[in-house]
């Protein structure tokens, strides 16, 4: 099971369930150090390096999987901030929520699909009830990955979206199989880097959220049911399947986020 973040939160608490099952974690991870201590703890696994906020990071680990991977069954896209106080944005002009919870993903998915069709792989994405808020504006893809006007919230909602979106295409591809996750609300301290009013609002509420080991077993879910390796396009969450917004299945908003793509990463 190759997983993005891995290291901290649902991610970690997912690993960490993994112990006693048969399934061979393989960690993509900023934090080799952390990393490696995950890895302790359950007695297995492997790890690339990878940094999802920078593209030629993301490119490398690509290619240090091909060149020696050759099967994953499972690949769950879990990496994700909610959001910087400021406007960030790489060296390719993307908005930095955009490029870490979603065009790293689909960069990584992008090059390593021919191991996946290859696989049969199973591939996961974690997405967020916030997603249907995106289109309650009326947005489009064609702007949303390098856009200007910065808010926390809509960044994060922007970013879980095109998942949702980006998933639902995938899973239109008969020799993998593509599903969302939605794990719920989680106390994963995703905000803790953030130090202002959003960091502190959540941590005040904090004993309402879902605690990570519970959130986890929605991968759980995805892992040990047979009929997610049959089925594709399911959006999961902890107690029951259910579909995402249905504008992430229209074709001309699955166009248009492909073109975005395709724009910022000519790799692709």
Same mark, same amino acid.
């Given at each position: 099971m190759l997983i993005t973040g891995a290291t901290n939160g649902i991610g970690a608490a997912a690993i960490r369930q993994l112990k006693d099952t048969e399934v061979h $974690?393989?960690?993509?991870?900023?934090?080799?150090?952390?990393?490696?201590e995950i890895l302790r703890e359950i007695g297995r696994g492997d790890y690339y390096v990878?940094?999802?906020?920078?593209?030629?990071?993301?490119? /490398?680990?690509?290619?240090?999987?091909?060149?020696?991977?050759?099967?994953?069954?499972?690949?769950?896209?879990?990496a994700g901030v909610i959001g910087y106080k400021d406007t960030r944005k790489t060296g390719e002009g993307v908005e930095m929520t955009m /490029?870490?919870?979603f065009l790293s993903h689909a960069l990584l998915?992008?090059?390593?699909? $021919?191991?996946?069709?290859? +696989?049969? !792989?199973?591939?996961?994405?974690?997405? +967020?009830?916030?997603?249907? +808020?995106?289109?309650?504006?009326?947005?489009?893809?064609?702007?949303s990955l390098n856009a200007t006007k910065h808010s926390q919230f809509k960044s994060y909602s922007r970013s879980k979206a095109a998942i949702c979106t980006y998933a639902m295409w995938l899973a239109k591809n008969e020799k993998i199989r593509v599903?969302?996750?939605? $794990?719920?609300?989680?106390?994963?301290?995703?905000?803790? +880097?953030?130090?202002?009013?959003?960091?502190?609002?959540?941590?005040?509420v904090g004993f309402l959220f879902s605690k990570p080991e519970s959130s986890?077993?929605?991968?759980?879910?995805?892992?040990?049911?047979?009929?997610?390796?049959?089925?594709?396009?399911?959006?999961? !969450?902890?107690?029951?399947?259910?579909?995402?917004d249905k504008r992430a299945m229209e074709t001309t908003n699955q166009r248009s986020l492909l073109d975005q793509i395709k724009k910022h990463l000519p790799a692709v």
């Open positions: $974690p393989i960690l993509l991870a900023r934090s080799e150090k952390k990393a490696q990878c940094d999802l906020s920078d593209t030629m990071s993301v490119l /490398q680990a690509a290619q240090e999987i091909i060149s020696k991977e050759t099967t994953i069954d499972y690949f769950i896209a879990n /490029q870490v919870n998915v992008e090059q390593l699909l $021919p191991v996946f069709e290859k +696989s049969g !792989t199973v591939l996961a994405f974690t997405s +967020s009830m916030l997603h249907r +808020s995106y289109w309650l504006a009326n947005y489009d893809f064609s702007t599903h969302l996750l939605d $794990p719920g609300v989680a106390a994963t301290g995703i905000t803790r +880097s953030r130090e202002d009013w959003m960091d502190k609002a959540m941590n005040s986890a077993r929605t991968i759980l879910r995805l892992i040990q049911d047979e009929k997610y390796k049959r089925l594709s396009g399911i959006y999961l !969450t902890k107690n029951r399947d259910k579909s995402p």
